[in-house]
């Protein structure tokens, strides 16, 4: 169950602020939605997170969509994405190409133009011109329940939930932990984010989470909406690790030229956001690339290694097998066969895959055993 509470509007967002500098939102009100303290394992066993099944969307979906929507009609993003042309790339993967000549780079091109755009995507290098820009903000709560708060103060260890606007995909949202900044992916923000996503209640809402280098500044995700499954969730996957009883099992991605694993987890979500932060401490102090696609309503974590020589990094969309054009003629002579090549250029190396594989099993043996 859901609850509704009013609050009093006494202040909106600045005009302009550095989106690094997130202490510009002290103060600030905003539409809250509190997380309760039920499980993603209790929701799931009760029939969903809706208190009528029948319902189509939640409220956190609900909220989400309709404040973009909002702004797509204002014409705050720079380009409508609903006319982006997207195609199905012929072959054994059915890669997607998206032609978006306002957006992004053609993935093909030289090094440095791929730098430039890798860091004009960054939330490092965007800046809130527009007050609209801040959507709402999901906090934690202490209550069972959910709540949603129309209008309150930005509380300390929130997630901002910013319009990009430059999106994606349908709904393309940065979403953004308020206080301190994070130098790596830790438990607490990383649960948040799989019960975002449960709370969500919408199998085509998707989250990313990017890790280039050890020298990022902040960390975030960003979500959008895709109507199909992403390729690389239709790969067959062979299970290494297996605890029944704890509900987690941890997988790797067959017949995919970018080494990835899947973690899946039915209960025991606290041991499992332990182990992959762990696991991305461990990556992120060896400055090994990595990327996460949290799907199926946060049951399902694919994490994607690169190796650190790589001369770009790729976005965690693309090791998913969604690829981004700004030429028309690259778009139509794109073929499976390059973007293979494309992938496998950046892939962690076979010898270096094994040993955090085994660092995967060992983690979670290890937090299941305590």
Excluded at 69 to 82: H, I, L, P, Q, S
Excluded at 97 to 105: I, Y
Aim: glycine share 6%.
């Amino acid at each position: 169950m859901i609850t509704i509470k009013q609050f009093q509007h006494n202040r909106i967002l600045p005009k302009s602020a550095a989106a690094e500098d997130l202490k510009s939102f002290q103060g600030v009100k905003t539409p809250t939605y509190n997380l309760g303290t039920q499980s993603l394992v209790e929701k799931a066993s009760s029939g969903g997170l809706l208190s009528n099944p029948e319902e189509e969307h939640s409220i956190l979906d609900t909220l989400l969509l309709a404040q973009w929507e909002e702004r797509m009609w204002k014409g705050y993003f720079r380009y409508d994405v609903t006319t982006s042309e997207i195609k199905v790339i012929s072959g054994r993967e059915n890669f997607f190409a998206q032609l978006n000549e306002e957006r992004s780079m053609n993935i093909l091109s030289k090094t440095e133009d791929s730098k430039v755009c890798h860091q004009r995507d960054s939330f490092l290098s965007h800046r809130i011109n527009h007050p609209e820009e801040l959507l709402f903000c999901v906090a934690s709560s202490d209550n069972m329940n959910s709540q949603f708060i129309p209008l309150a103060a930005v509380p300390n260890g929130a997630i901002l939930i910013l319009a990009n606007a430059t999106p994606l995909e349908y709904g393309h949202v940065f979403l953004v932990p308020y206080g301190p900044s994070r130098l790596y992916l830790d438990s607490t923000y990383l649960e948040m984010m799989l019960r975002f996503t449960a709370e969500i209640n919408n199998h085509s809402f998707r989250l990313f989470y990017d890790c280039s280098s050890a020298g990022a500044s902040h960390m975030y995700f960003q979500g959008c909406y895709f109507p199909n499954h992403l390729p690389v969730e239709h790969m067959p996957v062979d299970t290494f690790f297996s605890d029944e009883q704890g509900g987690i099992c941890i997988g790797t991605v067959t017949d995919y030229p970018i080494k990835t694993l899947l973690f899946q987890h039915d209960c025991n979500v606290k041991i499992m956001v332990e182990a992959i932060s762990d696991i991305c401490s461990y990556l992120w102090e060896k400055n090994i690339p990595h990327n996460l696609l949290i799907s199926d309503l946060g049951k399902k974590i694919f994490l994607f290694f690169q190796k650190p020589t790589a001369s770009v990094n790729l976005s965690a969309w693309e090791c998913g097998g969604y690829f981004l054009f700004r030429s028309k003629y690259e778009f139509n002579q794109v073929t499976e066969e390059a973007l293979l090549k494309y992938l496998s250029a950046v892939s962690l190396n076979n010898e270096s895959f094994e040993a955090v594989k085994q660092l995967c099993g060992s983690s979670i043996a290890g937090k299941l055993a305590i």
